[in-house]
C-alpha cells in the first residue's frame, strides 16, 4: 500500500491510499484526515 497526505496551505485534508501499484487490479482510495471514506472513485483510463 502506498500512503499520500495531500496538504494545502500547510494542512492536511485528503489521504489517498494506493493499492496494488503498478498491477492490473490497482485501485486507489480517498479519505478525508478522520479517515471517512470520500464519496467519490478515482478511476484511470
Same mark, same amino acid.
Given at each position: 500500500?502506498?500512503?499520500?497526505? /495531500?496538504?494545502? #496551505?500547510?494542512?492536511?485534508?485528503m489521504?489517498?491510499?494506493?493499492?496494488?501499484?503498478?498491477? !492490473?487490479? /490497482?485501485?486507489? #482510495?480517498w479519505?478525508?484526515?478522520?479517515?471517512?471514506?470520500c464519496?467519490?472513485?478515482?478511476? !484511470?483510463?
Amino acid at each position: 500500500m502506498d500512503y499520500k497526505v /495531500h496538504c494545502f #496551505n500547510g494542512k492536511a485534508h485528503m489521504i489517498q491510499v494506493d493499492i496494488g501499484r503498478g498491477t !492490473a487490479s /490497482h485501485y486507489r #482510495n480517498w479519505y478525508y484526515t478522520d479517515w471517512t471514506r470520500c464519496p467519490f472513485k478515482w478511476i !484511470a483510463d
